[in-house]
């Protein structure tokens, strides 16, 4: 089952913009984590964020998270090129925690136009 | 670094062939993940593993079997492939424990197509 749902499914924007996205979930978590994934490659750990914080930033990238609304947003600012890839959230639901299983949405497909 | 290799990037094979893909880490990490990747579904888990030996069946087990002999191998295999199995696979591997990130580390991918 999918725990979470991203959105938008694709974004497009300028070289030099922010990009924010978005990522739905259903149970409670123990953490929230962002991924991305170059084009047919594997995908690569950005940031983790915990039940009990609310933000966390790293480099061009911040994290919010509403657990009361289960939601949670990945912002990239000044973006470049390179950030060109599809951005996905995974949810450790807080039920399994201690054999954790990451759950993944569908991802947002970002394309940075030069 | 962690790294992760996953035996081939592409991969051809026929309806009813057996098929085994291999996954190996080198930073000695209890956890180990095989995930299929489709478009409009994400990833969805098949199997993991926890330890040499042990299996647990993900989401989507039917078709799959895994093999988990030493701690850096995880293999998955298809008993009989079918056409519905045609799909990208990525392997993960995660540490656990006392300070852990919980990221998980994911190979390059196997892009398996079944005719």
């Known amino acids: 089952s999918q725990q979470g749902e991203e959105d938008p499914q694709a974004l497009s924007i300028q070289e030099g913009e922010n990009a924010t996205m978005n990522c739905s979930y259903k149970?409670?978590?123990?953490?929230l984590q962002w991924y991305r994934q170059n084009s047919g490659r594997g995908l690569v750990h950005l940031i983790l964020?915990?039940?009990?914080?609310r933000e966390k930033h790293s480099g061009r990238l911040r994290v919010t998270l509403d657990t009361s609304k289960k939601s949670s947003s990945l912002l990239i600012t000044a973006s470049r090129a390179a950030d060109t890839a599809s951005y996905f959230c995974?949810?450790?639901?807080?039920?399994?925690?201690?054999?954790?299983?990451?759950?993944f949405g569908t991802g947002t497909r970002l394309t940075i136009i030069p | 670094d962690v790294k992760v290799t996953q035996s081939s990037r592409y991969l051809v094979k026929r309806t009813g062939e057996k098929v085994f893909l291999e996954c190996v880490q080198d930073?000695?990490?209890?956890?180990m993940f095989w995930y299929r990747q489709d478009p409009g579904l994400g990833l969805r888990l098949i199997y993991f593993?926890?330890?040499?030996?042990?299996?647990e069946k993900g989401d989507i087990p039917e078709g799959y079997s895994v093999s988990r002999e030493k701690k850096e191998r995880f293999s998955l295999i298809l008993e009989s492939a079918s056409t519905n199995q045609t799909s990208m696979y990525l392997c993960?591997?995660?540490?656990?424990?006392?300070?852990?990130?919980?990221?998980?580390?994911f190979g390059p991918g196997t892009r398996l197509t079944v005719t």
């Open positions: 995974a949810t450790v639901a807080a039920s399994n925690f201690g054999n954790e299983k990451l759950t």
């Open positions: 149970t409670s978590i123990n953490n």
């Open positions: 964020i915990r039940s009990n914080e």
């Open positions: 930073m000695d990490h209890e956890n």
């Open positions: 593993s926890y330890d040499v030996k042990m299996k």
């Open positions: 993960a591997c995660r540490h656990d424990g006392r300070g852990a990130s919980y990221e998980q580390y």
